[in-house]
Antibody
Framework: EVQLVESGGGLVQPGGSLRLSCTASGFTFSIHWMTWVRQVPGKGLEWLANIKGDGSEKYYVDSLNGRFTISRDNVRNSLYLQMNSLRVEDTAVYYC?????????WGQGTLVTVSS | EIVLTQSPGTVSLSPGERAALSCRASQSFSSAYLAWYQQKPGQPPRLLILGGSTRTPGVPARFSGSGSGTDFTLTISRLEPEDYGIYYCQMTGHSWSTFGPGTRVDIK
């Protein structure tokens, strides 16, 4: 069974940084593209970034303007999202997802709250 | 950049009625990369349809996907009380992806 467990969410002040982690199990992590998606409370889904299985390709939504970095550790079966210069509008549930090419498999999400 | 638009924004129907949810793209693309999800409060989205029309295991037959080019539809043939939620379409590619804004389905 595919399992994706996010961690690292919490309360952070505007301008601060946070690193989200996602631990994967139930599939061969290293061969799959992985994705981060977020959802502002009460709003829709926003695709943020994805990364190829070997880490050699990474893509981001333009609106992030370089503030977030996706990475992975295939030895630890883990996906990461480094978030810098956080803003109040980055408050959201952040989902880790396995990218299947024509859909994604979702984790349960972790809440990030940016507030002073 | 392809933008997905979903309509209606909200629909309120009675059990047994038919719901037709639209997903329209700003450019034509292959239905092979079109997925539909259902999301209920406090839960991650649940995959219903991939490849535009293929139901995933466990999804009831009352859910069907169709369409091509720029116009895609998720149809729920006879609504059940448990079909409430927000329905999202997603277009995917390995270097990008995007979601529609969602259609909220309320059961009267």
């Amino acid at each position: 069974e595919v399992q994706l467990v996010e961690s690292g969410g919490g309360l952070v002040q505007p301008g601060g940084s946070l690193r989200l982690s996602c631990t994967a199990s139930g599939f061969t992590f290293s061969i799959h593209w992985m994705t981060w998606v977020r959802q502002v409370p009460g709003k829709g889904l926003e695709w943020l970034a994805n990364i190829k299985g070997d880490g050699s390709e990474k893509y981001y939504v333009d609106s992030l303007n370089g503030r977030f970095t996706i990475s992975r550790d295939n030895v630890r079966n883990s996906l990461y999202l480094q978030m810098n210069s956080l803003r109040v509008e980055d408050t959201a549930v952040y989902y880790c997802a396995r990218d299947r090419g024509n859909h994604v498999d979702w984790g349960q999400g972790t809440l990030v709250t940016v507030s002073s | 950049e392809i933008v997905l638009t979903q309509s209606p924004g909200t629909v309120s129907l009675s059990p047994g009625e038919r719901a037709a949810l639209s997903c329209r793209a700003s450019q034509s693309f292959s239905s092979a990369y079109l997925a539909w999800y259902q999301q209920k409060p406090g839960q991650p989205p649940r995959l219903l349809i991939l490849g535009g029309s293929t139901r995933t295991p466990g999804v009831p037959a009352r859910f069907s996907g169709s369409g091509s080019g720029t116009d895609f539809t998720l149809t729920i043939s006879r609504l059940e009380p448990e079909d409430y939620g927000i329905y999202y379409c997603q277009m995917t590619g390995h270097s990008w992806s995007t979601f529609g804004p969602g259609t909220r389905v309320d059961i009267k």
